[in-house]
């Protein structure tokens, strides 16, 4: 993880031509920070988590592209574009993607997320739309306009980066990183083996995992760690609206369906500070393979840390779950203090 991203203002040249895709924001150095595509599924977490780009000096969000996961995808696009514009983001593009996994049929965890996905959240609604064209055709073209400088991120199912490597296998080798929150080298959430997003899309994933990448994994091993605690919340409280409107009601679904303490993880925002801050968290090489066949076991990360083995991940195994919080009690802070 290094920096290196500067001299992008006005678009940088690529394959593929200039691509006028860069947007610094106001005050922001973007020598020092790293630029992020970030493919979501918003859900609650997935809100929180650009709600957390949107106020991290370390990260320069270059567009967000949605897929179907939590809720469908006309929800998920139009809960990208609420979320976006809430926090300040307006002119980060949001591009729709693929509406249903390859092979699976359409998926809907709304009873976790809320009806709408943002559980209790309610936003205004955007002045814009999504932009025209299609996420996968959006990831590469973006990537390949600027190789080895983007960091490209997944906090849903696989579906749209699946298939943009089928279209596109030198993506693999054009990104400056790729990370994903999904996945478990233990247990999971949806049943005993298996993570939701991996689950919801397991051949997707297993394109993406055999793609030639390191993927950089952040499971439930590590987010099931970060828990938003009372003491959080009371923090999240003194946030203005962002805390009355967005996180605290967004999370009070996510405490009553998904978490039972009152004090619920928050994974994809994991995904987002690991870019922001690679001192978060602790890596080990492993083989993960994605069970695409299994009766019990359909969608399950099978985690191989063996030294033997010829590593295709990094797998999270450790957290400074301090050190976290307050990173993104910061960003949420500048994003409180932009937007009152
Ligand atoms: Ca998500």
């Known amino acids: 993880m290094g920096n290196g991203v500067g001299g992008r203002e006005g678009g940088a040249t690529g394959p593929f031509g200039t691509f006028g895709l860069f947007l610094a924001r106001d005050g922001q150095d973007p020598a020092m920070s790293t630029t992020i595509l970030l493919d979501c599924d918003p859900g609650i977490d997935d809100a929180l988590a650009i709600a957390f780009a949107a106020g991290s000096p370390a990260i320069e969000l270059a567009g967000i592209t949605t897929v179907a996961g939590n809720v469908g995808l006309a929800k998920t696009t139009a809960n990208a574009l609420a979320v976006a514009s809430f926090v300040g983001l307006d002119k980060v593009p949001v591009t729709a993607g693929c509406a ?178 690679p001192t978060v968290f602790t890596y080990t090489p492993a083989r993960v393979q994605v069970e695409t066949s299994g009766r019990f076991t359909s969608g399950m990360t099978v985690t191989d840390f063996s030294p033997s083995i010829i590593p295709n991940a990094r797998v999270a195994t450790a957290i400074d779950a301090d050190r976290f919080w307050e990173l993104v009690l910061d960003a949420y802070g500048s994003v409180a203090a932009k937007i009152g």
């Open 100 to 277: 249903a996994p390859i092979l699976r049929p359409a998926l809907d965890a709304g009873h976790v997320h809320g009806e709408s996905g943002l559980g209790g959240a309610v936003l205004p609604t955007p002045a814009r739309v999504a932009e025209s064209g299609h996420a996968i055709d959006h990831i590469i073209s973006a990537i390949a306009a600027s190789p080895g400088e983007i960091t490209l991120v997944a906090t849903g199912p696989l579906t749209n980066i699946g298939l943009a490597l089928r279209r596109e296998p030198r993506l693999a080798s054009w990104v400056k990183d790729f990370v994903i929150m999904g996945g478990s080298a233990s247990r999971g959430n949806v049943n005993h083996a298996a993570e939701y997003n991996i689950w919801a899309d397991p051949e997707a994933a297993s394109i993406v995992f055999e793609a030639g990448w390191t993927v950089r994994m952040i499971g439930l091993d590590v987010t099931l760690l970060a828990r938003a605690t009372k003491a959080i919340q009371d923090r999240m409280s003194a946030l203005g609206s962002l805390g009355s409107s967005l996180l605290l009601p967004a999370l009070a679904q996510y405490a009553d369906s998904h978490d039972t303490t009152g004090e619920p993880p928050v994974h994809d925002v994991c995904a987002v500070v690991s870019i922001a801050d």
